[in-house]
């Protein structure tokens, strides 16, 4: 791409710059004949100049901030196509690592690197004359020639656009190497959302510790996730492009990776490598991996997989690079579990004590299948169960207690299940089928102390609703917006950091699930001069539409606000909270049922009422609220009930009223 070739934005990133919907871009666009026209992409997708969309947009009075990583990730997209678009990602990131490791050649030797001429790229017939003036500079070959040597491919470094290695270099210099590439990863991955398959934050976190230290590989590495806490990383990965990243993203870190690029299953690329651990979240129902081909694999150790139980043929590759007694934590849909094809092989893997733990992430799957290669010692007569859900705080607790003494007492959803009872025509894995039967008197105190909840609950419900006088003609109340309410210094906005220093600590943390489900601080963190405290009376929401008034004892406790919230304090005086957060709520309510894709809050309006009256409404909505947290928890109340029912019945620790015997 040329120098003076125009960095290109879309109708989506016009609207994250401005911090407006979709639908305000397409407004500005209909409504304004002065608004930039389109240079490029299609009717649909227009491509606009990003320097005439900020000079027009600056031009009409409204705010419009482009970060330098932004910048960089614009220039990006408009030097190749999507298809490409990972490629240029590494090799930007080739080019970060070079600096990464030569920081202080880069420092001497860069502004006649990026001096803008073309010769800096390796030439295709071998021209590396270069002029007077820079012969004492490397070229950019040479800067990164000891960097390709670790990674799965050596990219094509061919694209003629000094501007962009400026920009990447200056954004190196501010954020560091790798943190410019985590940027660049993420806003590669968001644009790929469809065809890549990242594994979720939270399980990979899970994963990482369970694997402890030492040599960890993933055969299905993807862009890298499971591997970042790893010590002594190893991966394959099908895709060169993806290959490349992960390697890159390691290699900024420290660790001596080595990834290398090809099919796991059919082309083992780490063939005879035994890593401490294996984590691996593979591809899903995949039917072409392989079965014609691998028939006779000595992979195959516990079956083979039948064509249509890919899963199982993952699981025991990576059983073939764990080293003896070492663990291999892998995905697997929760189907899995008690497909009829696979009954063999599970029923393998836990006579030969290979299968430790079903581990249930969630209705639907995917499930998390902890295994150990066994090393000779005699096989375990316990496999542990968990049903995790959403809580995967209990799995770790769990694991340790069962693989310490698989005899012990298992709390909460945890339970170890006897394999000889788990080895009958149908090997059923699936965690539902085997909930803990409890004791007649055990089940009669929760059943009825779940009745009981349920009945108390219940009976507060007639008394809920607020009185409400019905008008045969609408109110019309003169208004304002949230933005001349900030102004007027009533409401002043604050916004959570990003990302907090520490993910537990001393310090509580108000989450975005706490503040949707009216729930205490459930998080933690460290000290930090850059938290918001929230306070009583603060109005707390969620990027999904939840608003809560902070209450005395959230306030009390010293929490802090956590991320993807915002906080609106109001003055007191003049403005009530409860009365604020209402109209907030039924604005962002309106949004959901319209076009509109975001809320501008700023343009929110708000009646403009004494404040008396405003204490009034505060209270009708401070009441409504309340009945749907009542509502909630009745709700709640009500399914361990039914659940309880339905299992006390079934089990025969009840049965219907009136019966004789």
Not at 233 to 262: M, Y
Request: glycine share 10%; with cysteine; hydrophobic share 40%.
């Amino acid at each position: 791409m040329e120098e003076s070739q125009e960095i290109t934005v879309n109708a989506g990133d016009i609207a994250r710059f401005a911090d407006v919907g979709r639908a305000a871009v397409s407004n500005w666009r209909r409504r304004h004949d002065d608004f930039p026209q389109p240079i490029g992409g299609t009717a649909s997708s227009p491509l606009f100049s990003l320097s005439e969309v900020t000079a027009w947009l600056r031009g009409n009075g409204k705010s419009f901030e482009v970060s330098l990583g932004d910048l960089v990730w614009q220039r990006m997209r408009t030097a190749v196509d999507d298809l490409r678009l990972g490629e240029l990602v590494g090799q930007v990131g080739v080019f970060l690592l070079s600096l990464h490791r030569d920081p202080e050649s880069w420092r001497e030797h860069g502004p006649r690197v990026l001096s803008g001429d073309r010769r800096i790229w390796p030439s295709p017939v071998g021209d590396g004359s270069r002029s007077s003036g820079d012969r004492d500079a490397p070229s950019l070959a040479t800067l990164v020639a000891a960097t390709t040597a670790d990674l799965p491919r050596a990219p094509d470094l061919r694209p003629h656009d000094p501007a962009l290695l400026r920009l990447v270099s200056r954004l190196a210099r501010e954020n560091g190497p790798l943190d410019a590439f985590e940027f660049l990863c993420a806003r590669y991955v968001e644009v790929h959302s469809r065809q890549l398959s990242v594994t979720r934050d939270d399980v990979a976190a899970l994963m990482t510790r369970l694997a402890g230290g030492g040599a960890v590989l993933d055969p299905a590495c993807g862009v890298g996730t499971l591997l970042l806490g790893a010590n002594t990383p190893l991966g394959q990965e099908l895709s060169e492009t993806n290959a490349l990243l992960t390697a890159v993203r390691l290699l900024l870190r420290g660790a001596p990776a080595r990834i290398v690029a090809g099919d796991s299953l059919r082309e083992d690329g780490l063939a005879g490598a035994l890593a401490d651990a294996v984590l691996c979240d593979p591809p899903f129902n995949e039917r072409a991996w392989g079965y014609d081909e691998l028939t006779g694999d000595s992979r195959w150790e516990y079956g083979l997989p039948p064509r249509s139980e890919p899963e199982l043929a993952w699981v025991q590759h990576c059983l073939a690079h764990v080293r003896p007694g070492g663990l291999v934590a892998i995905l697997m849909p929760a189907a899995a579990a008690s497909r009829r094809p696979g009954k063999r092989i599970r029923g393998n893997l836990l006579r030969a004590g290979a299968l430790r733990a079903v581990i249930s992430l969630g209705p639907g799957g995917p499930d998390l299948w902890l295994l150990r290669r066994p090393a000779g010692e005699r096989p375990p007569s316990q496999v542990l169960m968990v049903d995790a859900g959403e809580d995967l705080s209990v799995v770790e607790p769990a694991w340790r207690a069962f693989t310490a003494d698989p005899e012990a007492e298992l709390t909460g959803d945890s339970r170890t299940v006897r394999i000889i009872d788990l080895l009958d025509d149908e090997v059923d894995l699936a965690t539902g089928r085997h909930r803990p039967q409890q004791g007649g008197m055990d089940f009669a105190r929760d059943f009825t102390a779940a009745l009981d909840r349920f009945r108390e609950a219940s009976a507060a419900l007639p008394k809920s609703p607020p009185e409400l006088e019905t008008l045969t003609e609408r109110q019309e109340l003169p208004t304002t917006t949230v933005g001349e309410l900030v102004k007027a210094g009533l409401v002043t906005i604050l916004a959570a950091p990003s990302k907090l220093t520490a993910d537990s600590g001393p310090v509580p943390v108000l989450t975005a699930e706490d503040a949707a489900a009216g729930t205490p601080p459930s998080g933690g963190t460290v000290p930090d001069p850059a938290l918001v405290m929230v306070g009583p009376g603060d109005i707390v929401t969620t990027v999904l539409g939840a608003v809560r008034v902070v209450a005395d004892s959230v306030a009390e406790a010293g929490a802090a606000l956590g991320p993807q919230l915002t906080l609106y304090r109001v003055d007191p005086e003049r403005l009530d909270p409860h009365f604020l957060a209402g109209f907030l709520r039924s604005a962002d309510s309106s949004r959901v049922h319209s076009s509109s894709s975001r809320l501008d809050v700023r343009r929110a309006r708000v009646p403009v009422l004494p404040v008396a009256e405003q204490r009034r409404y505060g209270e009708a909505f401070r009441e409504l609220a309340a009945m749907e947290d009542r509502l909630r928890e009745t709700a709640a109340l009500g399914e361990t009930l039914i659940r309880l029912g339905f299992d006390g019945l079934a089990d025969g620790h009840l049965r219907p009223c009136g019966q004789g015997g």
